[in-house]
Every structure is written in C-alpha cells, then in structure tokens.
C-alpha cells in the first residue's frame, strides 16, 4: 500500500493548478446514461473514484473512450439496468446512476451503498422521493430495485438537502411525464453545474442553486459537450496549505464565487487574499487566529473542509470551536491530530481545539478522503517527519496531490509497498 512522507518546515509559494471537481464529475459522467450518442466531457479529473463510475457505466453498457482530460460516453447500447455489490461497495456514490436507469430503461437494481467511515449515509431520501415519482420500489437481498414504466412528474420535499438525492432525481425527473418540484434541495455548484449539462442536453430545469428546483419532462434527450467545473474543495484545501505555512500560494483555474465561507474564515485568521476571475493568492500571516466553523448545507462552511481547517485551528492563537452538523462521524481525524500533538477534545458534535506552537510528525492512518488530506497537511508543519498510511483514500480525490505540493515546494514524497 503506498504511503507519502512528508517533512514538515517548508514555506509554499507557487502557483497551482485545480482540477475539475469530482463532486460534479460523477454526476455529469452518470447522466450520460439518459441519452443515445457520444457525450464529450472536458477537464475530467483523474481520480479513483472517476475511475469507478467508468467502470460502472461500462459494466452497463456504456461505451467509454479517454484521452488526458477528456472523458466520451455513449449510452445507446446499455444492456444491464444492475449496479452490482463490488462496484457499490467502492463507491457510494454509483447509486447515481438509480435515477437515470429508471427514467431511460424503466428499471433498475442497486446494490445499497451501506454506511461509510464518516456516518450511515442513507439513501431513503433518493428513494422516497422516486417512489413519489411514480417508481416502484422493493428493497431485498441488498438491493433496491425500483422500476416504473414511465416515471410521472411529482412534488418532492427532501427533509434534508441532500446532494446526491438531489441528482438523483433531478436525472430521473428530466424524462418524466409532466413538472417536477423539488423543494429544500441542495444548493451545491455541482448541482447548478448538473443541471447546466441536464440542460445542455435538452432538459428544462429551472432554479437550480436555490432550494425549489422545477423541472418539466421532455421525452428525449441529446448528447452534449461540456467542461466539468473547477474543485472547490481542492481549492480550499491549497489555501488552507498556504495560510498553515505562512506561503503565498496563488491557485490558477479555481472558482472564487463556490468558496465564499471558506475564504471568509481564512481571512478571519488573518490570511491576506487578491481574489481574481479565475484565481485566488493567498498569503499567510505570522499569526493564525482563532476561528469557530459550523458546518452546513452550501453556501454554509462545507464539510468537506472541515477536517482541513480543524489543522489550521491546531496551530493557531487560543482556542476555537468547529462544529460538524452534517455527518455524525466525521471527527476520525481528531484521533490521527491527537497523536501529532495537536490539543483537541471532542463533545458531540463539537471539537474544542486549543492551538499549540508545533506538531510533532509520526505514522498516521488515513481513514477518509477528507481525514487523509488533513493528516497530509498536518505534516507540512509538524516536526520532522510524518508519514500517513492508507493514501489510497486521497487517491479517491486529489488529483497527484504529492506532486502539486512539491512543485510550490514541500518537501514530500510517495513511497510504494515496502
Ligand atoms: C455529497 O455526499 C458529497 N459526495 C460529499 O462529499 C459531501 O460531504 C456531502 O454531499 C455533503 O456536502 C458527492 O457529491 C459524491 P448528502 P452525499 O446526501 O450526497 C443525510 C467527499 O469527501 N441523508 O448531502 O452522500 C446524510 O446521512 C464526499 O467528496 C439522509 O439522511 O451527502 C447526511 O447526514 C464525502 N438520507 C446528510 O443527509 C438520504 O437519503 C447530507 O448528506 C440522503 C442523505
């Protein structure tokens, strides 16, 4: 298994470069499904997880091709509506493709994604809201198999805004009979970017980014060409790099306007940022103030960052609060921190960390995506040394996360099995 070593000191300066957002990929990717003929997608990033959904699709039928950044799918030849257990299982977040097979085939089986490190993840809200459309739905074996010969537009209210089921059925609603609302959904710009290529394809959804979407069916849909958007929580975890080393780091391709609460709680710390169409320079300040998070639903503090920023309040001035209210497990990391020497008490559904002067590197284990990025961060001002174990969780995410850190000059590398 490979792990990454990290020598912790080393000030980043530099430019660097994100990748499309994986939160916007697999969704666009998966809604090839609704359409016959070739899909183009531009900056696809390459990660394990886009690699998963590929081999979904294709398990499906989809015929795939890749060249660098750009990923073709043709759907017209789908002969499978079963997204099987080993396919599920690496990747919750294939139960995508639900919604899509049930509005383009009638049916579907798949398999139900369980929980995962940082909570139980249910999909009730995917399934509520497609039975509302009409689907039926049966749940054995663990599998869920839902099937409708034509899924008929309905009025969805999600108890959560949750974002996958959002997609979920905004896809499965695109070719039902007739409007569908959805109300209290999610706000995320990987929905408003779905949505874009829904549209682009001939789907007619409206208010995407707010939290009553309408959609009005139409029988059929057409391939499209699009470029996925910028990641936002790359981004995000650059520019936390760059305040915990005092850098001045500038990041290159990103969207400004999807980081608001990130970059309005890094300014609070005192970094300094020139905030550009396309780029962010952000410099650190010799002193790392204190600042509490809460995490919550776009355009709320994502909790996709919340691990990261958690490093960043482990070496500031004083003590500060982060509260997790979107997943029940998401504190993994304190554990790993801890071990580094990082002062942090958990209570509920709150961590109280009080900053020190220096982390002290050490063998850590990553357990999640988010989690494993920190513990890479932590690294780059503890002292001496750490390695972190199990990196093939940041590989789900980060695209060549070691070498984009070593180009702005961190002193880390990547070792294979010993
Ligand atoms: C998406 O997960 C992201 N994944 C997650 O990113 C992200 O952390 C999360 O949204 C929240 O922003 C992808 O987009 C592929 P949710 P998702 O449904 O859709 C509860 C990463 O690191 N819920 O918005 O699975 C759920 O338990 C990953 O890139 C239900 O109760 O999250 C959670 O408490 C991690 N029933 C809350 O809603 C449901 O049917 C939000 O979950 C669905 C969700």
């Not at 509302?132 to 009025?155: C, F, M, N, P, T």
């Not at 790993?336 to 942090?344: H, K, P």
């Not at 559904?349 to 989690?371: F, K, P, W, Y």
Request: glycine letters at 10%.
């Amino acid at each position: 298994m490979d792990r990454i070593i990290v020598e912790g000191g080393r000030i980043l300066r530099g430019d660097v470069k994100i990748s499309g957002a994986k939160n916007a990929a697999l969704p666009i990717l998966v809604s090839a499904l609704l359409a016959d003929g070739w899909n183009t997608y531009h900056n696809v990033p390459n990660l394990q997880d886009v690699q998963s959904i590929k081999h979904l699709l294709s398990h499906l039928g989809a015929r795939i091709e890749t060249e660098e950044d750009t990923v073709r799918i043709d759907a017209g030849g789908l002969c499978d509506s079963e997204a099987p257990y080993d396919l599920v299982r690496k990747m919750r977040a294939s139960v995508l493709v639900l919604g899509p097979l049930v509005a383009r085939l009638g049916k579907a089986r798949v398999s139900l994604p369980g929980g995962c490190a940082i909570g139980a993840r249910p999909i009730n809200l995917h399934l509520k809201g497609l039975s509302q459309l009409g689907a039926s739905i049966r749940l054995e074996h663990g599998y869920v198999e839902a099937s409708s010969d034509r899924l008929k537009g309905g009025d969805i209210y999600f108890d959560i805004p949750s974002v996958t089921g959002t997609e979920n059925l905004m896809m499965a609603a695109v070719l039902a009979e007739g409007r569908t609302t959805l109300r209290n959904s999610a706000r995320e710009p990987e929905i408003v970017a779905l949505a874009d290529v829904l549209n682009e394809m001939g789907a007619d959804i409206h208010g995407a980014g707010n939290s009553l979407i309408t959609i009005n069916g139409v029988s059929s849909l057409e391939p499209a060409e699009v470029s996925i958007i910028s990641d936002r929580i790359e981004a995000g975890t650059f520019m936390v790099a760059s305040v915990l080393t005092r850098g001045d780091v500038t990041l290159l391709n990103c969207e400004p306007a999807h980081l608001s609460g990130v970059i309005d709680k890094l300014r609070l710390t005192g970094a300094d940022m020139e905030i550009g169409d396309k780029t962010i320079r952000i410099k650190g300040s010799d002193e790392i103030e204190s600042v509490d998070v809460k995490t919550l639903p776009y355009p709320g503090f994502p909790t996709d960052m919340q691990a990261q920023f958690m490093v960043l309040m482990s070496v500031a001035k004083g003590l500060s609060i982060i509260s997790e209210t979107i997943f029940e497990n998401r504190f993994i990391h304190v554990s790993e921190l801890r071990r580094m020497g990082a002062d942090i008490t958990v209570s509920g559904n709150s961590a109280i960390i009080r900053g020190v002067r220096m982390l002290s590197g050490a063998q850590v284990m990553a357990t999640d995506l988010r989690a494993s990025a920190s513990l890479i961060l932590a690294g780059l001002v503890a002292q001496d040394k750490t390695e972190v174990n199990r990196v093939y969780h940041l590989d789900r995410g980060y695209e060549a996360i070691e070498d984009k850190f070593e180009r702005i000059g961190a002193a880390i590398r990547r070792i294979g099995p010993p």
